[in-house]
């Protein structure tokens, strides 16, 4: 599992994205029995669904050893979000099919995701974007696949369900190239400015959202 990208955002966020070169047995023998119990693995049928979950924890195992945070274990609470067992650092993973990525924080809440751009976006992006946010992104794929990532990940940093995508999380215009943009998740009580930082990693638009830092 190489690591092709590991860096530190403003903020305290550390990344690390991993080339995943290994099958699916090699993984699981990567992982030690005690984090990878039976009755956790019998749960997932999938021989992939399998794969992403050795390189889950593998990935974060890697990130808490470079943070010096003792690796226990991951579970999902009731929403599916993904914490760190007898830790209050937060964290979140994406997946592709050669990649995994994940991110995470002390204490505050973060999300992410990774993407290819592709022209099912502009079927779609009705039902993610805002009137605005159509009128911006100017049907290109790009920049649609920016929007989508980027609401996925505030999608992931909220964690829980009912969210509507394009009346609950939003996008502010950007130019493509920015490295950092900002996004807003305004839902019940909450409404909250976000920055999201874009990276472009062999095709693929990786991003992650995390709190403005207090000045
Ligand atoms: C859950 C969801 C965000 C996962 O995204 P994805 O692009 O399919 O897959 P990714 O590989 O990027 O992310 C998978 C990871 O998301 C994380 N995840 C799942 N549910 C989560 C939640 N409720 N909160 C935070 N993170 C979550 C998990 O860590 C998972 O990896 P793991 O199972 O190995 O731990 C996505 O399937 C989803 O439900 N999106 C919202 C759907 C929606 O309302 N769309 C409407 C658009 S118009």
């Known amino acids: ?10 903020n305290d966020i550390s990344l690390a994205v991993w080339q995943v070169t290994e099958s699916h047995d090699e993984l699981q023998a990567m992982l030690p029995s005690e984090i990878l119990t039976d009755a956790e693995l019998a749960a997932i049928r999938h021989l992939q669904k399998q794969t992403e979950f050795f390189c889950s924890r593998l990935v974060i195992k890697y990130l808490a050893n470079s943070l010096g945070i003792k690796y226990l274990g991951i579970k999902k609470d009731e929403f599916g979000k993904p914490y760190l067992v007898g830790s209050n650092w937060q964290m979140s993973i994406t997946h592709t099919s050669n990649y995994v990525a994940a991110v995470m924080h002390p204490n505050e809440a973060l999300g992410m995701d990774m993407e290819k751009p592709s022209e099912k976006l502009k079927r779609i992006e009705h039902k993610f974007l805002s009137d605005l946010e159509r009128i911006e992104a100017e049907g290109d794929i790009e920049k649609l696949c920016i929007y989508w990532s980027a609401k996925e ?3 992931k ?7 509507i995508f394009n009346e609950n999380l939003f996008v502010f215009p950007f130019e493509k190239g920015q490295n950092k ?16 930082y874009v990276e472009h990693i062999d095709g693929y638009i990786l991003v992650v959202c995390g709190s403005v830092p207090q000045v």
């Open 157 to 163: 940093l909220y964690g829980k369900r009912k969210v």
């Open 153 to 155: 990940a505030l999608y």
């Open 181 to 196: 943009i900002s996004g807003r998740l305004k839902i019940n009580e909450i409404d909250e400015k976000y920055n999201i």
């Open 1 to 10: 599992m190489p690591v092709i990208l590991e860096k530190k955002y403003e």
